[in-house]
């Protein structure tokens, strides 16, 4: 199933939106996803809308993907509620099996300190560095600016090419901060 290589893409792809919420309007059975929810579940980094065979689902970062509708009764209805964030229907990529809409923070709907963090990860992610790495540096720079890691995303955002390179190796100030 197409949507099944998301899931391995989602974790070298995942975009700012990881700041996106939602929240399951009814149970969300398994189905051929494998991930399930409970109505009022939140739903952390959610990433995209996919249209994949005939389905819609809802991708999260780390998460994987969540039908966007679900049967009950008689009728499809909406399983999904997007809480700060929104489908940027606007602009899809479309691939041979599937069609992905990105989501996007709303701007209106979302804390100050959210946004700071969601603008400070898009930087790290535009200048190349791996989701992971990227969440991690901003969150140092923004929580710990002077712990070895805030250090060397402060140097990375003010152009280091260097620093860049150290956070986006597996061997770093940044991640021996985020295994403890």
Request: charged share 25%; with cysteine; hydrophobic share 40%.
């Amino acid at each position: 199933m197409a949507v099944a290589t998301l899931i391995a893409f989602l974790s070298t792809a995942a975009r700012a939106a990881d700041s996106c919420t939602a929240t399951a309007l009814v149970n969300i059975p398994a189905g051929g996803m494998g991930y399930h929810a409970k109505k009022g579940e939140k739903i952390d980094a959610v990433t995209e809308l996919v249209k994949s065979e005939g389905r819609t689902y809802y991708c999260s970062h780390g998460g994987g993907c969540l039908a966007a509708y679900v049967r009950v009764g008689e009728k499809n209805v909406k399983a999904i509620r997007l809480d700060n964030c929104y489908v940027d229907l606007a602009h899809p990529h479309a691939d041979t099996d599937e069609i992905v809409y990105y989501v996007e923070i709303d701007r209106r709907r979302n804390s100050a300190a959210t946004l700071r963090y969601d603008d400070i990860d898009n930087e790290f992610l535009a200048m190349g560095l791996a989701p992971p790495f990227a969440a991690t540096a901003a969150l140092a720079y923004i929580r710990r600016p002077t712990s070895a890691c805030g250090r060397l995303a402060r140097m990375a955002l003010e152009g280091s090419p260097d620093a860049r390179r150290r956070i986006n190796s597996n061997k770093n100030a940044c991640v021996a901060e985020a295994s403890k």
